[in-house]
């Protein structure tokens, strides 16, 4: 996972535009008068706005604020999502087909698909845009660039993987922090509706869960003369394992071993001052390190550049691990 520093410049400024457009489509609802919009008309802001403890915290308000549902309820609700339906009781079915009843009801008034996916003022390619992410978030090894036509056709954008899936928090499917930038993989297949939660798995916009918290790696082995890429956390750091075992990174990256097969080549056929030499063999061209190692290598060397080019996270580890760089 590539964090994103919601203090940086372009994303506190597309959390201000993606604010300016969904907060009064939300105040439409107004009048409506059903304890459902009056809800998300009330807190729409913090809705929005709110932080990822924060807008989870308003998720559980809002249950207890419908007649007839309760907090309890949903976070009921979510241990019976996690059980396969063959495995649940008459009980628990009854109860999960009330909150899918409630749940597609709400999908209607936030509207995420057709209001704000589907719109011909293309919302979804503003927000896109404005977080200027070019590499999946989760995964870092497929680029994720926005582009649209001359004449304003859609040609590609990043999906945008619900952090806390829309399936089962329709409340939160266009809170800001609730939208992640990624590829269609992660967000369809590595991720798609797994429940993460905040005490268990890292969020990308809290930057405090950082990537000092884990590290790529890889292990040979002798008897088929192989290597398979390994991820490994800090001691005790279970957030990070639940998070990289429920997006099956280890899987993803060893679909990709010859990246690290290459590295180990250069190891082999180069000194540890391999980047030095390439820069003291063109004096001329007047490269940095950082330039150089990206022109050798196709990556990023700063940690903040990360999302810029795939595989960036996970070749400067491997490097580091090689000695090739320090």
């Keep these: 996972m590539i964090f994103i520093n919601r203090s940086a410049t372009n994303i506190k400024r597309a959390k201000v535009e993606h604010s300016k457009i969904v907060l009064p489509y939300l105040n439409r609802h107004r009048h409506k008068a059903t304890a459902i919009s009056d809800f998300i008309v009330y807190n729409r802001g ?160 809290i930057i405090e869960d950082s990537l000092d918290n884990f590290s790529f790696t890889y292990k040979y082995f002798r008897s088929t003369n192989s290597y398979t890429v390994e991820i490994k956390s800090s001691v005790g750091n279970k957030k990070t394992f639940n998070t990289y075992n429920d997006l099956n990174l280890k899987e993803v990256y060893n679909a990709h071993s010859s990246e690290l097969s290459d590295l180990i080549e250069i190891k082999k056929a180069y000194s540890v001052n391999y980047i030095k030499n390439m820069m003291l063999a063109y004096p001329d061209a007047g490269l940095s390190y950082e330039e150089t190692y990206r022109i050798v290598f196709g990556v990023e060397y700063e940690t903040s550049n990360f999302h810029k080019r795939p595989f960036s996270k996970f070749k400067k580890d491997i490097l580091e691990e090689l000695k090739i760089i320090t």
């Design 46 to 205: 913090t809705l929005i706005n709110g932080s990822p403890q924060e807008i989870y915290d308003l998720n559980l308000r809002f249950y207890d604020a419908l007649p007839k549902f309760t907090s309890a309820g949903f976070l009921d609700y979510l241990r019976i999502c996690s059980l396969k339906p063959k495995n649940r009781s008459l009980a628990e079915r009854k109860k999960y087909s009330r909150y899918k009843r409630l749940n597609k009801k709400i999908e209607e008034i936030v509207n995420y698909e057709n209001w704000f996916i589907s719109s011909s003022k293309k919302y979804d390619y503003s927000l896109a845009s404005n977080l200027d992410r070019t590499t999946c978030t989760y995964c870092n090894r497929i680029y994720t660039n926005t582009m649209i036509s001359r004449r304003g056709r859609k040609l590609m954008r990043p999906q945008f993987d619900h952090w806390f899936p829309k399936s089962i928090f329709p409340l939160l499917a266009l809170s800001f922090f609730n939208l992640i930038p990624s590829c269609s993989i992660c967000n369809s297949t590595a991720k798609s509706d797994t429940i993460f939660s905040l005490n268990r798995h890292l969020h990308p916009y």
